[in-house]
């Protein structure tokens, strides 16, 4: 499952416009392109508000969080993030945690590390001025809701940009803002159906499949972290904030790369479905071995032979058939099934010995704790370990880019619902005690 776009419950706006007159009373701190001292965390000082669930929009914004951004992440006080309750796996609780039930969900745990969570309901006014105070303090607000839904609190950008001209505002939608599908809600399956991707996803003679993982809003909260610095890169020279427009169906059309510039250029529909296989390289796919599979990337005629070689067909070099790719394409069935007699007969760590130092483009195809526990993934640190308060030690898929200077981290492990709701509001809005437990039995926050 993937990002769901969709409208809670709304609250009347009678209240908005002598609400409105009061933020000017709000005291707002002096904003200022914020830059880290030692350079260890490059967005460290920058403040975002997080009103997003799920997938697309906590991705993006836990990519914000390993940079060094203080994340505070907004989520109904009772239910909190849709994907606290889809499991399991979850992480059990430790026993005399003082916490009941399954534990915190696998998937929650992914993209939520690095924030803090401040448990809010837009059902109360006081709740929703909370908002309009967080956003004034914010330098970036990220949010998932259908277009429009928003404007009923006073959160849409042209309110928040007049309140808070430098805050950098994004949203999230499946559709966009504009357009016939603009308030169609979806998971990311939806858009991948709808844009392409399943079309050309699966084997080669089998109905159409979507990818293993949600890679449509995986891709989406990339392009909205990278769409969030360049517009502070521009803030830094102009001064002002705007507003990003992100839909998981533009990106999806763009990640068709060069299979839709193909269809552009030519005029004419796809090839449909290849599997593991390339449409115009042979070989190019995995091959059954004794006990799994390996794959092969034979992209030129250099690395067919070495194919060759290392399959003990050293003949295949010079074959009519074979000696060019339009050859190797144009007789794709006979090579592919010759190749497929040789590997089954040894296993998959034979033939990774074979091939190991020959230059050849080779991997086996490994499952996900296949994956998690590969010597090479280990080498690139990119399983870390934390200690969570009520569940212990969990381990996380690290932040993958390394830099030479800079040093984006886990330094927090993903929250509790409500777990910050008191330190946001007395140490970052300032509200009191007494005004916090007022808040807490009238149902605003948790």
């Avoid at 609250?11 to 009061?22: Q, Y």
């Avoid at 309110?159 to 990311?188: C, E, F, M």
């Avoid at 399956?189 to 995986?218: N, W, Y």
Wanted: charged fraction near 25%; proline fraction near 6%; charge should be neutral.
């Amino acid at each position: 499952m993937a990002t769901l776009i969709h409208a809670r419950p709304l609250l009347k706006a009678s209240w908005r416009a002598p609400f409105t007159k009061r933020l000017s009373s709000v005291p707002r701190r002096a904003f200022t392109d914020v830059v880290s001292g030692d350079g260890t965390l490059p967005l460290k000082g920058y403040k975002v508000l997080d009103m997003t669930r799920v997938l697309a929009g906590p991705y993006c914004t836990q990519i914000l969080g390993d940079l060094g951004a203080e994340v505070i992440k907004i989520e109904h006080p009772t239910r909190g993030d849709d994907t606290r309750a889809w499991g399991p796996p979850y992480a059990p609780y430790k026993p005399g945690s003082g916490k009941e039930g399954a534990g915190e969900s696998a998937y929650f745990l992914a993209v939520n590390r690095n924030k803090k969570s401040l448990g809010l309901s837009f059902q109360h006014k006081s709740g929703v001025e909370i908002l309009h105070k967080l956003a004034a303090e914010s330098d970036i607000l990220v949010e998932n809701y259908l277009p429009g839904t928003l404007k009923k609190y006073g959160m849409d950008f042209e309110t928040l940009h007049k309140l808070n001209p430098r805050l950098v505002y994004a949203s999230i939608t499946g559709y966009g803002q504009t357009g016939p599908y603009s308030n169609r809600a979806g998971y990311d399956v939806m858009v991948e159906a709808e844009m392409g991707l399943m079309h050309i996803t699966g084997s080669r003679d089998g109905p159409p499949v979507k990818v293993g993982v949600a890679v449509t809003d995986l891709t989406t909260g990339l392009y909205t972290s990278n769409s969030i610095m360049a517009a502070l890169l521009v803030r830094g020279r102009t001064g002002r904030g705007q507003h990003i427009d992100v839909a998981l169906s533009d990106c999806q059309v763009a990640t068709l790369s060069n299979l839709a510039s193909s269809c552009l250029i030519s005029g004419e529909k796809d090839s449909g479905r290849w599997g593991t296989a390339h449409p115009s390289i042979v070989p190019y796919r995995s091959y059954k071995t004794k006990d799994g599979d390996i794959l092969f990337g034979g992209g030129n005629d250099r690395l067919f032979g070495l194919i060759c070689e290392g399959l003990g067909r050293p003949e295949w070099k010079s074959d009519p058939k074979f000696v060019v790719n339009t050859q190797r394409v144009a007789n794709r069935q006979e090579l592919d099934s010759s190749i497929e007699s040789i590997t089954e007969t040894e296993t998959t760590q034979h033939w990774l010995e074979v091939f190991e130092g020959s230059g050849l483009p080779y991997a086996a195809v490994n499952d996900i704790q296949g994956t998690l526990t590969h010597e090479h993934v280990l080498a690139r640190d990119m399983v870390k370990e934390m200690d969570h308060e009520h569940c212990g030690p969990i381990k996380m898929v690290n932040t993958p880019v390394k830099y030479s200077e800079s040093k984006p981290s886990i330094r927090t492990p993903p929250p509790m619902l409500g777990q910050h709701t008191d330190e946001v509001l007395r140490d970052l809005l300032g509200i009191g005690e007494d005004k916090i437990k007022a808040l807490k039995l009238e149902g605003a926050v948790r």
